[in-house]
């Protein structure tokens, strides 16, 4: 019933910005707890960014001052804006969420980011 859908992902140079964003079906992110991850060829996958259903953020130290997590109540939609992109960046990026109270764990398919130097 739950479903998390990525989308916004695709080839950029480096320096320049992305905006990805999470849709949710069966859960409400603003009671839930959620995350982007990202995986790159050969790398486990490594968590990027935070946010909590009251709102708070928190980020991986190497996407720290370049990337803002963010959510949209009312289209119960979940961004992650990505700037000053780096080809270590790369990866296929994953919204992950856990809904309040509940230790039921929710992944969508990911979407690829690719920077070019």
């Known amino acids: 019933q739950v479903q998390l859908v990525e989308s916004g992902g695709g080839l950029v140079q480096a320096g320049g910005s992305l905006r990805l964003s999470c849709a949710a079906s069966?859960?409400?992110?603003?009671?839930?707890?959620t995350n982007w991850y990202r995986q790159a060829p050969g790398k486990e996958r490594e968590l990027v960014a935070t946010?909590?259903?009251?709102?708070?953020?928190n980020y991986a130290d190497s996407v720290k001052g370049r990337f803002t997590i963010s959510r949209d109540n009312a289209k119960n939609t979940v961004y992650l804006q990505m700037n000053s992109l780096k080809p270590e960046d790369t990866a296929v990026y994953y919204c992950?969420?856990?809904?309040?109270?509940?230790?039921?764990?929710?992944w969508g398919q990911g979407t690829q980011v690719t920077v070019s130097s």
């Open positions: 992950h969420a856990k809904p309040w109270g509940t230790t039921y764990l929710y």
């Open positions: 069966g859960i409400i992110f603003s009671d839930a707890v």
């Open positions: 946010i909590t259903g009251g709102g708070r953020t």
